[in-house]
């Protein structure tokens, strides 16, 4: 009986080797810059068409390879990196396993040409789909140039899978900038479709923060470094102020390799303890130096995932370090030893107040109203009126000590704490009210509505004066059959998200132009991204003209009714988006993009209104489209009725 397991061609073992190293154009590119910088390159360049599905070249000044090297180099496993067991376990290169080349030319068109410094003439190498068509000696410069061209062209299934060109880019731009970032001593260019995008020179680690992010990110880091026998860590962490709510400008590199490791990740925040809004994310490019003995990088193709043997402590270490640095570049918080013992002000976990209560990091009497920009006479909708007390800081007494940077607590002798009228308002522990709150089973049935006309309560409904709001987060009212309570975050997602969909969808939105117009630093995806989203964008009331460089624009208009307190982070999101490029592309795009503007204007949960506010919430959430649900489906609203009330309060006397 014959065998019926037989070895599976080269070319069918390439092609499924394809599918885990060859994932999109940036994992090519990533692949290339490594063997461009293991080769002992000083200068490399990157040439883009079409975001990498036509074109990636990668040209270097490296050492360059012979003719027998330069066609072995294409045979699976086939490397220079390592020689035995022993060397996988000391690792100092990028590139070890010798299958990206193979793989690379089983999916792709490939052209190679490369030239060492002591021959005369280079060697040419074209191969397609894994076949070599071509070799024979050619003029070449000292280096290698290799040409990828048309990738993934015998798999139609995996080109078709490629994302839109703006985000197959933009992946193909961070992972030059993590090549970039983790050889600063090195020159990198990259350029697309003939236009430079970057062109960074040989220099220090600030200097490349620096040419990729801008002086003002560059300046809002500090540096952090600790070396112990097992791990060392040099490089630079943000300062709270440049925090985001995206995870962007997080960077690790271990032994000069970019990695992702959400352990360490949590090291990092938690060295922030109590510094940083809640959903913030702090910026920080680390490299971390560790016998490559006591970590596995081979745990994925990809290498951006790595395994050590010891994380508690890597993790310990890496945490005290964050915190070190920002103590001593005094952006954590210092303990005042001045202060008198026996003095202090604790809340209910212990921790020191200022006489204010604010915590230790935060500004006293600081505004803590959200500023969602509720502005008189900018237009009938929610984001442009303004009522009683909005706007006004949450902090009062922020004179009294908060400024002389003395935590002295003031001794008064005539001080009795028995006295209600001459009580110190201090910290006051109201857990006992946990006990009070009233928790409704959760209601299957439909909400009742009825009574609740279109235009907002039912008639006979309380004055204004009649509302009230509910820890700054809820409206509540009367109805004839009990009480409305209404999410005021949720509603006024919801009608800004209708207004901004209806404006983008007749294209009738006004623009107010800017009185002082901010130039807007886009990278090449964005740019990209701005040339298809702009007659949307212009229909929401965004207007801008072409910057001094091809990749800037000045922002000389913005919508006119729908407050953006940062509107460059916002043109920022909705250009780094994904949009669907089939189907109803258009209406996709508009919702997407009312989506984000929406959420970026709203107010938030602790937002005072006046009596007049709520009543005016109420009547525009009633008129729109589905007041019940926000656009992700989050209840706005419900209603507890007097049954209700009753049950829970067992019924008449």
């Known amino acids: ?26 994992s090519v590119l990533k692949e290339l810059i490594e063997n461009s910088i293991d080769a002992g390159a000083t200068e490399i360049q990157v040439h883009l068409r079409d975001s990498g599905k036509t074109l990636i070249q990668v040209i270097d000044n490296g050492q360059g390879m012979g003719p027998e090297d330069a066609r072995l180099c294409f045979e699976r496993h086939a490397t220079s990196k390592i020689r035995s067991l022993d060397d996988l376990f000391a690792l100092r290169s990028y590139g070890f396993r010798g299958e990206a080349l193979a793989a690379t030319a089983a999916v792709a068109q490939v052209e190679l040409r490369t030239r060492r410094s002591a021959d005369e003439l280079g060697t040419l190498v074209r191969i397609e789909g894994g076949q070599i068509r071509q070799q024979e000696p050619a003029p070449s410069s000292v280096g290698t140039s290799i040409q990828v061209k048309n990738l993934f062209f015998n798999v139609p299934a995996r080109r078709n899978f490629l994302k839109s060109d703006e985000t197959e880019l933009r992946n193909l731009i961070d992972t030059f900038q993590h090549m970039a970032l983790a050889r600063p001593d090195l020159q990198f260019r990259l350029s697309h479709q003939g236009t430079d995008l970057y062109l960074t020179r040989p220099g220090n680690l600030k200097q490349r923060i620096t040419s990729f992010f801008g002086e003002s990110m560059a300046n809002g880091m500090v540096p952090v470094e600790e070396t112990t026998p097992i791990l060392s860590i040099s490089g630079f962490i943000g300062k709270p102020n440049i925090a985001r709510k995206s995870r962007g400008h997080q960077y690790f590199f271990l032994n000069g390799r970019y990695i992702r490791h959400p352990y360490l990740h949590h090291a990092v925040a938690t060295g922030y303890h109590e510094l940083l809004p809640e959903g913030s994310q702090p910026a920080y490019l680390i490299f971390l130096t560790v016998d490559p003995k006591r970590v596995d990088v081979n745990v994925h193709p990809a290498k951006t995932e790595v395994k050590f043997d010891d994380e508690k402590t890597h993790y310990a270490i890496l945490m005290s370090a964050v915190r070190r640095a920002l103590n001593q570049y005094q952006v954590a918080p210092a303990l005042d030893f001045s202060m008198e013992p026996g003095l202090s002000w604790a809340s209910g976990g212990g921790e020191h107040m200022h006489p204010s209560g604010a915590r230790p990091g935060s500004v006293a009497g600081s505004n803590n109203s959200l500023g969602s920009g509720l502005t008189p006479g900018a237009g009938p909708g929610m984001g442009s009126w303004a009522g009683p007390g909005a706007g006004t800081g949450a902090g009062t007494g922020a004179g009294t000590g908060a400024g002389n940077g003395n935590l002295r607590s003031p001794f008064n002798p005539a001080y009795n704490p028995f006295d209600a009228d001459r009580r110190s308002p201090g910290p006051v522990d109201d857990s006992w009210r946990k006990l009070m709150e009233v928790k409704l089973p959760p209601q299957n049935q439909e909400q009742d509505f009825s009574d609740i006309g279109k235009n907002g309560w039912a008639e006979g409904a309380p004055s204004e004066a009649g509302l009230f709001q509910l820890h700054q987060r809820y409206i509540v009212g009367t109805l004839r059959s ?32 800017c009185i002082f117009p901010t130039t807007l630093q886009l990278r ?45 982070l916002l043109l920022h999101d909705m250009l780094r988006d994904e949009y669907p490029s089939t189907g109803d592309a258009l209406a996709s795009i508009r919702e997407q993009l009312s989506r984000v503007m929406a959420k970026k204007s709203h107010i938030r949960a602790g937002k005072t209104l006046s009596p007049s506010q709520m009543r005016q919430l109420v009547d525009e959430l009633f008129a729109c489209e589905n007041p019940y649900y926000s656009p992700e489906g989050r209840p706005v609203l419900l209603t507890i009725t007097i049954p209700e009330i009753m049950q829970r309060l067992g019924g008449p006397v």
């Open 1 to 26: 009986m014959s065998a019926i397991i037989e070895r599976l061609p080269e070319a069918l073992a390439n092609q499924i080797a394809a599918g885990e190293v060859v994932q999109r154009p940036a």
């Open 482 to 513: 009990g009480l409305l309570v209404v999410d005021q975050e949720a509603a006024h997602y919801r009608i800004l998200f209708d207004r901004c969909r209806a404006r983008l969808t007749t294209g009738t939105g006004a623009s107010q132009q």
């Open 524 to 568: 090449a995806d964005e740019a990209l991204a701005l040339g298809r989203l702009e007659p949307i964008l212009r229909s929401a009331g965004f207007d801008w003209t072409a910057g001094d460089n091809p990749l800037d624009i000045r922002i000389t208009g913005l919508p006119a009714d729908i407050d953006l307190p940062e509107p460059e």
